[in-house]
């Protein structure tokens, strides 16, 4: 099984950057779809962004589009999420997860959690 650990949330300004960093280690993240998700207090938790696993075909919610992007590196078994313009309704813990076998965006969106292998997540905070 895939372990995943996430780096990267920090305090930041509206209108700042920060990318965050999905490290995996166990077995090899390159065949396998990613996302990301996060969940403000209070609130349920959102998918945010997803990639394939050859990291040719990504999705966005409504909100982060065009903002945020999502990648992958096979080499560092690793995925990131690039947060630019970022706004305090951005504010959350951010969660990365994995398939457990499947390699489409739809294997993350579709996916009940309990099918998906998951981070322990970072803390994003935008705030002046």
């Known amino acids: 099984q895939v372990q995943l650990l996430e780096s990267g949330g920090a305090l930041v300004e509206p209108g700042g950057s920060l990318r965050l960093s999905c490290a995996a280690s166990?077995?090899?993240?390159?065949?396998?779809?990613v996302g990301w998700f996060r969940q403000a207090s209070g609130n349920e938790r959102e998918l945010v962004a997803a990639?394939?696993?050859?990291?040719?075909?990504?999705y966005y919610t409504d909100s982060v589009q065009g903002r945020f992007t999502i990648s992958r590196d096979a080499a560092r078994n690793t995925v990131y999420l690039a947060m630019d313009s970022l706004k305090t309704e951005d504010t959350a813990t951010y969660y990365c997860?994995?398939?457990?076998?499947?390699?489409?965006?739809?294997?993350?969106?579709?996916?009940?959690?309990?099918?998906?292998?998951w981070g322990q997540g970072t803390q994003v905070t935008v705030s002046s």
């Open positions: 997860a994995a398939s457990r076998a499947g390699n489409s965006i739809a294997d993350i969106v579709q996916a009940p959690p309990h099918n998906l292998n």
């Open positions: 166990g077995r090899p993240l390159s065949s396998v779809s």
């Open positions: 990639i394939n696993w050859s990291g040719h075909r990504t």
